[in-house]
């Protein structure tokens, strides 16, 4: 009795991966072009209406608290979120990037490449 009761919970646990699977394989592209942002060739950049949209989120998403340093060019990132597991440096969300430098290993931290960016 108990191999039948260890076979059907072996075959439920199959089948239960089987369906997770196929669901993950079958929404996996949605999520992958969500996930990396890139544009079609047909998204105009330019456009008056996108520009406005993008500047109307930049505000009510506040982003701005994270990707602008004290002191630093609006959206160039360089500032860091504390966590439990170390500091995040939060990335650059500017098209302005002109060079990027970078700093040697110490004892405490591994190198970083940091990007210096112009004023928007």
């Known amino acids: 009795?108990?191999?039948?009761?260890?076979?059907?919970?072996?075959?439920?646990?199959?089948?239960?991966?089987a369906v997770g699977w196929w669901l993950f394989?079958?929404?996996?592209?949605?999520?992958?072009?969500?996930q990396t942002g890139q544009l079609?060739?047909?998204?105009?950049?330019?456009?008056p209406a996108?520009?406005?949209r993008g500047k109307y989120?930049?505000?009510?998403?506040?982003?701005?608290?994270?990707?602008?340093?004290?002191?630093?060019a609006p959206f160039a990132g360089g500032h860091e979120v504390p966590t439990p597991f170390g500091n995040i440096p939060t990335p650059n969300i500017t098209?302005?990037?002109?060079?990027?430098?970078?700093?040697?290993?110490?004892?405490?931290?591994?190198a970083t490449t940091r990007w210096r960016c112009s004023p928007i």
Request: proline share 6%; net charge positive.
């Open 40 to 47: 079609t060739a047909s998204e105009n950049l330019s456009d």
């Open 1 to 17: 009795m108990k191999w039948l009761i260890r076979s059907f919970l072996v075959l439920l646990v199959i089948a239960l991966g």
């Open 50 to 52: 996108l520009i406005e």
């Open 95 to 110: 098209r302005s990037c002109i060079r990027r430098s970078r700093t040697p290993p110490t004892p405490r931290s591994p």
């Open 57 to 72: 989120l930049a505000t009510v998403g506040d982003c701005a608290a994270c990707h602008t340093q004290r002191g630093g």
């Open 25 to 34: 394989a079958a929404h996996r592209g949605d999520a992958s072009l969500a």
